[in-house]
């Protein structure tokens, strides 16, 4: 597969790194790396994955298990083995991904980031390369969920972009990770909505019958763009000499023959899908666990992904889509597969069955570490609480009372019963 | 629960058939049954249910096993039982549930018919009653599927309705009866839109808002309603000394604690999706059976919900609305439960881990009866052929020429790949 013609023939290249380096950010490095080899007019060859440096003992199973069990650097391990041995064991990474321990270094004059890492690590990654970077580099965020506090809901996209002076879109989906790194199909939703700085100017070397994702130029007033947004970082734009940074630039980027890429430009609804799944995730267990069938599941799904939709409705008025939530893999997709066997259903079920809490489950099987559904229940549910809307998401308000010991399985089906006719 | 305000104090109360008597129809029965004991202000108590008389030996397991083996009159030991053990063993059955082998007498003087059977024997069914019941009466077809052939697609309540003269809506949802007779909380989707045969003129005795629903006149012109529509039917105005048979009459008859209603007006949509999602479940057995795991079957229901939406919006683009198949119980929430284990789903899944044909399971498992997706598969698919349009539903093809044996089920997400960027 080569890119689009409009992408090539430029007399520079994108260079791609990628930020974060376990399950999930050494799988996305593979189907990167595949892509550059596949479109080399348009990207450098050579990725960067910047992996945060342990030692590591190649364990006994492993194929490059050569009999030593002295601890190496993990770096090194990825560079001459060509598998991320602890975090992505059994998989061959590509050869043109370079495993770098520096992450100053690894992002230096990329024009593509890639943020693949736990969003603890987020502001600390943001403070060290801040000013480090190229100012017209634009990223994607892997990372799901998203911040709620009672002030309101910002996205990691956000979050990152503003800690870096960048525009930063969202790739979500129905993506468990090791089945994409073992090449089983699967789709993902990128989400790449910059501001049109310039609509007037699109760039001439765009073969797109509307650039509005090329910037070519600096607004004189950075805080507002041609489409009325607003927007707290000021943007530089993407020079001419390199092709233009588009929703065919990022799909030549990412989709593979098993990883099929679909295109958005609701940014906040492919974010918000990927975090509010996880308190639906909870009740569709809830109800599995209570024994109650294939029915109340589907049920479940059903009312949450509607609460998922009016959430973004709500909050994200101005550019939420509807259709993000409801037929994009970062929505319905993505809320089947957390539902069918993902961690917060697993665990909510678990509670139920045995007749614990879920609390009590993190603390047995997780080691006290907590599920993104049960945080993101209760950051959700205070941030509703203090706008007086928690009967207006009976079904995320059930969950948060569920968890809180308030209410009981028993109760959903009373508590989400108001009606929903036309 | 009793019904809303202006249902009550009318001369008359609606009278309640059911026209099955099967697994389903006596889950519906027991539903409708509780539903006319708490409203008798609306409804009469006692209600019909025909039954398909056959003598049946008791079976030794049933608490009403007596140890005589002598078969009986299957409507006596429903009656004096209150159970139907052939189809709904150890349920009991409300008592004001009349089991009635003649399907004249059962629908005489029903204000309410709610058919309950399988589609084979539709056409019997109304040649027996047309002109021995109510002409003013109204249904409700419980049946899944639709009719589909080279010269287009009709729905089981249109054929109902045009076989008896009256209007006809239609009951669908995540409905595995088993579940709902154990009263394990799901939901359902009703679709009632009768012609508002005059709008100018509403039942004063109405208390809705927009009395759409409420038919009290015969219009001059029978064949167009005040909405514009066209029907085939010629239809007779409920006479106002019956509470108006509306979307608050039909949910105090079906919504139960344990069985939420959804009013809606979209009776094809509601049709549709309860007879496409079975070629989606086929899909998503197949790549299951393949191994490919959650990833790939969020993937097929998320492109199969697609092509439903599309299906419906292209053949009866007039009246349907995406939000029936992507918001409510009789779309995407069937399609889930269908995917997790339905018929379809698990025979599909089945054919390709032991390497032979669905057609072979068919035989094997189900004694050469047919699935109901293979069917609806196929005739879809000679619909499409029919009018070119195969190359628009992928999955829809891909289903149809896996099961013919000219593709593989790893061609799928090539298949499946066309772009669907906004």
Same mark, same amino acid.
């Not at 990725?47 to 590591?56: A, G, L, S």
């Not at 370079?98 to 502001?123: C, E, K, M, Y």
């Not at 990412?254 to 996880?278: C, E």
């Not at 945080?375 to 509703?384: G, H, P, Q, R």
């Given at each position: 597969?080569?890119?689009?013609?409009?992408?090539?023939?430029?007399?520079?290249?994108?260079?791609?790194?990628?930020?974060?380096?376990?399950?999930?950010?050494?799988?996305?490095?593979?189907?990167?790396?595949?892509?550059?080899?596949?479109?080399?007019?348009?990207?450098?060859?050579?990725?960067?994955?910047?992996?945060?440096?342990?030692?590591?003992?190649?364990?006994?199973?492993?194929?490059?298990?050569?009999?030593?069990?002295? $601890? &190496?650097?993990?770096?090194?391990?990825?560079?001459?083995?060509?598998?991320?041995?602890?975090? /992505?064991?059994?998989?061959?990474?590509?050869?043109?991904?370079?495993?770098?321990?520096?992450?100053?270094?690894?992002?230096?004059?990329?024009?593509?980031?890639?943020?693949?890492? $736990?969003?603890?690590?987020?502001?600390?990654?943001?403070? &060290?390369?801040?000013?480090?970077?190229? $100012?017209?580099?634009?990223?994607?965020?892997?990372?799901?969920?998203?911040?709620?506090?009672?002030?309101?809901?910002?996205?990691?996209?956000?979050?990152?972009?503003?800690?870096?002076?960048?525009?930063?879109?969202?790739?979500?989906?129905?993506?468990?990770?090791?089945?994409?790194?073992?090449?089983?199909?699967?789709?993902? #939703?990128?989400?790449?909505?910059?501001?049109?700085?310039?609509?007037?100017?699109?760039?001439?070397?765009?073969?797109?019958?509307?650039?509005?994702?090329?910037?070519?130029?600096?607004?004189?007033?950075?805080?507002?763009?041609?489409?009325?947004? #607003?927007?707290?970082?000021? /943007?530089?734009?993407?020079?001419?000499?390199?092709?233009?940074?588009?929703?065919?630039?990022?799909?030549?980027?990412?989709?593979?023959?098993?990883?099929?890429?679909?295109?958005?430009?609701?940014?906040?609804?492919?974010?918000?899908?990927?975090?509010?799944?996880?308190?639906?995730?909870?009740?569709?267990?809830?109800?599995?666990?209570?024994?109650?069938?294939?029915?109340?599941?589907?049920?479940? =799904?059903?009312?949450?992904? =509607?609460?998922?939709?009016?959430?973004?409705?709500?909050?994200?008025?101005?550019?939420?889509?509807?259709?993000?939530? #409801?037929?994009?893999?970062?929505?319905?997709?993505?809320?089947?597969?957390?539902?069918?066997?993902?961690?917060?259903?697993?665990?909510?079920?678990?509670?139920?069955?045995?007749?614990?809490?879920?609390?009590?489950?993190?603390?047995?099987?997780?080691?006290?570490?907590?599920?993104?559904?049960? #945080?993101?229940?209760?950051?959700?549910?205070?941030?509703?609480?203090?706008?007086?809307?928690?009967?207006?998401?009976?079904?995320?308000?059930?969950?948060?009372?569920?968890?809180?010991?308030?209410?009981?399985?028993?109760?959903?089906?009373?508590?989400?019963?108001?009606?929903?006719?036309?």
């Amino acid at each position: 597969m080569t890119g689009p013609a409009h992408l090539g023939g430029h007399a520079k290249k994108h260079k791609v790194t990628i930020v974060g380096s376990g399950n999930w950010g050494s799988t996305i490095s593979k189907i990167i790396a595949e892509n550059t080899r596949l479109n080399k007019d348009v990207f450098e060859e050579q990725v960067q994955m910047w992996v945060y440096e342990e030692d590591v003992a190649i364990p006994a199973s492993s194929k490059h298990f050569k009999g030593d069990d002295t $601890p &190496q650097k993990l770096t090194s391990i990825i560079n001459s083995c060509h598998e991320n041995v602890k975090y /992505l064991p059994g998989i061959t990474l590509p050869s043109n991904i370079v495993a770098n321990p520096s992450l100053v270094d690894a992002v230096r004059d990329s024009t593509i980031l890639v943020f693949n890492l $736990p969003h603890q690590f987020i502001g600390k990654v943001c403070d &060290q390369i801040r000013g480090q970077i190229l $100012p017209f580099a634009r990223g994607i965020s892997c990372i799901k969920g998203v911040n709620v506090s009672d002030d309101g809901v910002s996205l990691f996209s956000e979050w990152i972009g503003d800690g870096l002076d960048i525009y930063v879109g969202a790739l979500s989906g129905a993506n468990i990770a090791n089945e994409i790194a073992a090449e089983k199909w699967s789709e993902t #939703t990128i989400a790449y909505d910059p501001p049109a700085m310039d609509s007037r100017a699109p760039s001439p070397r765009s073969g797109s019958p509307q650039p509005l994702f090329t910037v070519t130029e600096v607004p004189d007033s950075v805080h507002r763009d041609a489409r009325g947004r #607003t927007s707290k970082t000021k /943007l530089t734009g993407v020079p001419p000499e390199y092709p233009p940074l588009d929703h065919d630039c990022f799909r030549a980027l990412f989709h593979r023959p098993y990883f099929h890429v679909q295109m958005v430009s609701d940014v906040a609804g492919v974010s918000l899908g990927g975090a509010l799944k996880n308190i639906v995730a909870l009740a569709a267990g809830f109800v599995d666990g209570r024994g109650w069938g294939d029915n109340a599941k589907a049920a479940i =799904m059903r009312i949450g992904l =509607m609460e998922m939709v009016r959430f973004g409705k709500e909050f994200f008025g101005e550019t939420v889509q509807s259709a993000t939530f #409801t037929e994009s893999s970062a929505g319905v997709a993505d809320l089947i597969t957390s539902c069918s066997g993902g961690r917060n259903f697993r665990c909510a079920k678990k509670a139920v069955e045995k007749g614990i809490t879920v609390d009590q489950v993190e603390q047995e099987d997780l080691n006290g570490q907590k599920l993104q559904g049960t #945080t993101t229940a209760y950051e959700v549910n205070s941030f509703l609480k203090a706008r007086g809307l928690e009967k207006d998401y009976p079904l995320f308000t059930a969950v948060n009372d569920i968890l809180r010991g308030t209410r009981k399985v028993d109760d959903i089906p009373e508590l989400v019963a108001a009606v929903d006719d036309e």
